[in-house]
């Protein structure tokens, strides 16, 4: 093992390093989502992609060419930024149907050599990589809800709400009523049982 610092390195670690990434790929896989239109949009979100853009494409394909479905997949590091997209899409059309499926996929890496020898090429180092992979299908049209990883629609936002919900407008939730043993006692109505209706009014105390 190679030491630096002090400190040993695992042997795998210091052999790596003479090593740098040069190519990565994903397996292809089918999508896992049955009786798919042969011209449905896949929306491949990549690590590096820039949502603006995705979202761009993707609202320009359901709202300007009528699209009813429209996949988005990523995996990796890109799962998070796939489901933004996918929120934010259900966020700014409205009525769709969700469903969602989590597989694994496999990405192959390609590492070349730094030191190649003197009298050959460069040793290549091919590193297969099993990553988590997400697939959210979002429709129009109604879904079977029996199935895995169905979501029903979400109400449409009002206009003037951001993408998180969080403004006043959004704040649709009434407010609990307040404890009566909470208010002061000068606050407090009583209400008599007698038909003259002889209680306290606020303002006045109890004897």
Known sequence: MAAEGGRAKPLAQS?????????????????P???????????????????????????????????????FSGCGRAVTKTITCVEIMKRKLGGLHQVTKVRYKTVLE?????????????QNLTVHKNVPSICILLSRDPLDPNQTGYQPPEPRHEAGEDTLGS?????????PPPCEELLPKKLQVQVSDSPRGTGTTAGQQDP
């Open 110 to 122: 390609v590492w070349e050599s730094q030191d190649p020898p003197p009298h050959g090429p460069a």
């Open 33 to 71: 989502f049955p009786d798919l239109p042969p011209d449905v949009v896949e929306m491949k979100v990549k690590e590096g992609s820039k949502i603006r853009n995705l979202m761009n494409f993707a609202m320009a394909q359901m709202e300007l060419k009528g699209r009813r479905q429209i996949v």
């Open 15 to 31: 052999r790596m390093e003479n090593f740098r990434k040069v190519r990565t790929s994903e397996e292809e896989m089918p999508l």
């Open 167 to 175: 403004s006043s407008k959004g704040l649709k939730r009434p407010l």
